[in-house]
Each structure stands twice: as structure tokens, then as C-alpha cells.
């Protein structure tokens, strides 16, 4: 794979079959995980609804019980409860929503053939994407410090072949995911003026 400055601060990615199909299939499941074949999108609601939602009327949210789902949307404040319950009521839904956004526009992307280009506002979708999926795939791991990566690392050999493809897959989208910031970052940032 091979990502790269493209011209007006876009981002190329060539990507062979295989590492398509890693991306497809990661924004995929965060997307099946955050409920995207269970719910209706918000132009799907009813007047009523959406103005329900607007002004947070809307029912009770449970609390995620995966803990992958509840990185993606985590407790407001883990000593009140109560507190995360009204936030979770006020914005579980728009939360969901803007996260799957991301990931349809990253699984859209990668519906071309041949060579991806993003532009800004793409690798930003994607750049949010790949920290929900990552977010997922250290959840499945029990990472939650990078003494915790460092220790599964040391353990690497040891690790059942699932665990270890996973552990790749993690690299994998840490990779592309610094490579990404790195293109954007230096897009936004102006050349410098070259002394007279």
C-alpha cells in the first residue's frame, strides 16, 4: 500500500485487493457495531421525530454493555451515572450518526476502481473512521494503555494466530492512519517563503 500527496492537498491511495478489503471490512463491522442495519437515518424520521430528537425527548438509551461500542460512545462522566444517562439521551443518536457518516463516506471511497483520492474533507472522514475502528479493534485486544501494546507485542509469538492478525490489522490502521494526518497536516500548512 502506498499513500501519497496528491496535487490541491489530496491524498492517493494505491491499494492492492487484499488491503481494500481490510478497510472494507473493518469500516463495515464498526459500522454493524454502532447499529447502522438497525436504525434509520435522520432524513428517514418524521417531522415530529427530528423535533423530538432536537430538544432531546426522545426515550432512554441504554448503556452500551460490548466494551468496543462503548469506546465509540463512552460514559460522559463514569462516577455520575446518572448524568451519563441524560447525556447518552441527548446525543446518542447524532453521535451514532456522525460516526456512521464518516464510515459511509470511507466505504464509498473505496467502491472505486483503481487508485483512491481524497480530498480534505474525505481524509478527514477518514481520518475519524479509522480512529473509530481502531478504537474497536483495541477494545477486542484489552488495550487500553500502550504499556498494554508494548506487552502484547512482547507476547507476539506466543499469541493464538487470530490475536496476532488482529494485532497486525492494528498496525495496519495505525499506519495509514498516521500517514493520513501527516498528508493533511502538511497540506494546511503554507510553504515557506524562500528569502530574496
Known amino acids: 500500500m502506498k499513500i501519497t500527496p496528491g496535487p490541491r ?3 492517493r491511495l494505491d491499494l492492492s485487493s ?3 478489503s ?5 469500516f463495515s463491522d464498526t459500522a454493524a457495531l454502532l447499529g447502522h442495519d438497525e436504525g434509520r437515518d435522520a432524513g428517514e424520521l418524521s417531522e415530529a421525530e427530528q423535533l423530538a430528537r432536537l430538544v432531546g425527548m426522545g426515550g432512554e438509551v441504554e448503556r452500551p454493555t460490548d466494551p468496543a461500542l462503548l469506546r465509540l460512545l463512552p460514559d460522559v462522566d463514569p462516577d455520575d451515572p446518572e448524568r451519563s444517562a441524560e447525556f447518552r439521551r441527548l ?6 450518526e456522525s460516526k456512521l457518516a464518516n464510515l459511509r463516506i470511507a466505504l464509498h471511497s473505496l467502491g472505486a476502481s483503481g487508485r483512491v483520492e481524497l480530498d480534505g474533507p474525505a481524509q478527514r472522514a477518514w481520518l475519524t ?24 507485542y512482547a507476547r507476539e509469538e506466543e499469541l493464538p494466530d487470530s490475536e496476532a492478525m488482529l494485532v497486525t490489522v492494528y498496525d495496519f490502521l495505525t499506519w495509514a492512519q498516521e500517514r493520513l494526518a501527516g498528508i493533511l497536516l502538511d497540506s494546511l500548512t503554507p510553504p515557506e517563503k524562500e528569502d530574496p
Not at 22 to 26: I, K, M, P, T
Open 18 to 20: 487484499a488491503e481494500k
Open 9 to 11: 492537498g489530496t491524498a
Open 91 to 96: 446525543t446518542d443518536l447524532d453521535l451514532r
Open 22 to 26: 481490510v478497510f472494507v471490512s473493518v
Open 129 to 152: 473512521a479509522l480512529t473509530d475502528v481502531r478504537l474497536v479493534v483495541a477494545s477486542r485486544l484489552g488495550l487500553e494503555t500502550d504499556a498494554d501494546l508494548e506487552d502484547l
